[in-house]
Each structure stands twice: as structure tokens, then as C-alpha cells.
């Protein structure tokens, strides 16, 4: 099993940026595939990026793609989300997911994913 920590979230003015950052516990960090996920209040959980073992392979939603970036450092057990130019609609509780299994393209979906962290707030002021 692997437990999940998220840090970084808070609030930010519109344009502004942020860092999330989500700390592994185990050894073995480098065997899962690592993703974040965001909750809107009244809205389901969706995808928002996902990062292979190596880092080789980052799909993205394309409602953040070309702002944010997801990241990983294995000997630190730790995956990232940078997240720049950010807007209102980005506002959500931001989780990060974890699951060791090899499928034929990352998984981008809620239920493929075994471990969860408790979230982190991310609030966009306009």
C-alpha cells in the first residue's frame, strides 16, 4: 500500500500560479503510475494529469494543457503540479492518485485508481 500526502494548494488571484506537490510514503514510489484529479464543488471528480513510472508519458485534460505541468522525482517520492497562467474555473479540491498497475495507456479514470490522497484546495479569485 502507499499512502498519499498533498501540499501546496491556497489561494490565488487569477493569472496567478501554484505548485501542488503530493509526498509518497513506501519505497516504492517508482513503480506506480502518479495522477491528479480535481473536484469543483457539485461537479464529479475529472481527470487532470497522469505521469507513467518513468515520466516518459504525461497526457493531460485539455482544459489545462499547455498551463500546467505535471512532474515527478522518484528518489524524493514526491510527484508535482505546476500550474501557471490559473483561472476561476480551475477551483477545486485537487487529489492526487496512485496505482501500480501497467495498462496499455495511462489511466485517466476515477475507478482505475487505487490510492488517493485527502486533497488540497486550490481557490482561483477573478
Known amino acids: 500500500q502507499v499512502q498519499l500526502v498533498e501540499s501546496g494548494g491556497g489561494l490565488v488571484q487569477a493569472g496567478g500560479s501554484l505548485r501542488l506537490s503530493c509526498v509518497a510514503s513506501?519505497?516504492?514510489?517508482?513503480?506506480?503510475?502518479m495522477s491528479w484529479f480535481r473536484q469543483a464543488p457539485g461537479k464529479e471528480r475529472e481527470f487532470v494529469a497522469a505521469i507513467s513510472r518513468s515520466a516518459g508519458n504525461t497526457p493531460y485534460a485539455d482544459s489545462v494543457k499547455g498551463r500546467f505541468t505535471i512532474s515527478r522525482d522518484n528518489a524524493k517520492n514526491t510527484v508535482y503540479l505546476q500550474m501557471n497562467s490559473l483561472k476561476p474555473e480551475d477551483t477545486a479540491v485537487y487529489y492526487c492518485?496512485?496505482?501500480?498497475?501497467?495498462?496499455?495507456?495511462?489511466?485517466?479514470?476515477?475507478?482505475?485508481?487505487?490510492?488517493w490522497g485527502q486533497g488540497t484546495q486550490v481557490t482561483v479569485s477573478s
Open positions: 492518485a496512485a496505482d501500480p498497475r501497467i495498462w496499455a495507456s495511462l489511466p485517466t479514470g476515477v475507478t482505475q485508481y487505487d490510492y
Open positions: 513506501g519505497r516504492t514510489f517508482g513503480r506506480y503510475t
